[in-house]
């Protein structure tokens, strides 16, 4: 049975994957996530469903449009293979139907978020909104005790975040406030851990960027904070827990 799940699991994630693409290029253009179908951003010539299968067509058409030979840029693959990868950690990691449920849409969510925001500086509410009150509904629905625990830990995390945006609004956008919230909808106290790697990776990261500037070309340069964000969240799905216990235990 674990083996049956576990390909379910890695075909219906690079499916998904294959969609998430599509949203990370038109949800910030503005454009409809279902029409027109799938096409060549070069040429605009639709591709074949045989032409579509997840991670497989991008390798025998070799990176390149049929119509028009055109590249097609390696992340479309490496998304659906990483999304196909880290819902296969889920069902391995979660026992629960809500551990599950809710590991599955926090990987659906931080995957475009993490692209989006590194490429457009954007966290769009067309994500978090929708995110948030799906959380709450399959909370409430599959762990009903647990949802307390979950919407305390989005209004903490989300009005942490609130409160740095308010102190250093050019430091932190409200994109980011309204998913540090999401995420402790999704991941209870482990939204804590998630929070704190979020912030040390945003901060390694940032000081790599300026180090490779001059010094006359720092001022203005801003680092979206997103993908510090998702790589946090996505650690704490896994880890969250283990992480408290083990500060827990060193208190002890």
Not at 12 to 23: E, I, P, R, T
Not at 161 to 181: E, N, T, Y
Not at 188 to 211: F, K, M, N, S
């Amino acid at each position: 049975m674990l083996a049956t799940e576990i390909i379910l699991a890695a075909l219906f994630g690079a499916v998904l994957g294959s969609f998430l693409n599509v949203v990370v290029y038109r949800l910030p253009r503005g454009e409809s996530l279902v029409t027109p179908g799938s096409h060549c951003p070069s040429c605009s010539a639709s591709v074949k469903a045989y032409d579509n299968i997840p991670v497989l067509a991008w390798m025998w058409l070799h990176g390149r449009c049929r119509a028009c030979r055109a590249a097609i840029s390696p992340r479309y693959p490496l998304v659906e293979a990483a999304t196909a990868a880290l819902l296969v950690a889920v069902v391995l990691t979660r026992s629960s139907a809500a551990g599950i449920a809710l590991g599955v849409l926090t990987v659906l969510a931080l995957v475009p978020v993490a692209l989006i925001d590194l490429d457009c500086h954007l966290i769009p509410n067309r994500i978090t909104g929708p995110v948030a009150v799906l959380a709450i509904v399959l909370g409430s629905a599959l762990d009903p005790s647990g949802e307390p625990a979950r919407l305390i830990a989005g209004a903490a995390a989300g009005g942490f975040f609130g409160l740095a945006a308010f102190i250093s609004p050019r430091g932190m956008g409200m994109g980011d406030v309204k998913l540090a919230g999401v995420m402790g909808l999704l991941l209870a106290d482990a939204v804590a851990p998630a929070l704190l790697i979020a912030l040390i990776a945003g901060i390694a990261a940032g000081a790599v960027v300026l180090a490779r500037r001059e010094p006359g070309e720092r001022q203005g340069v801003g680092v979206p904070f997103g993908p510090a964000l998702a790589f946090g969240g996505l650690v704490a799905v896994f880890a969250g827990h283990a992480i408290i216990g083990a500060y827990l235990h060193l208190l002890g």
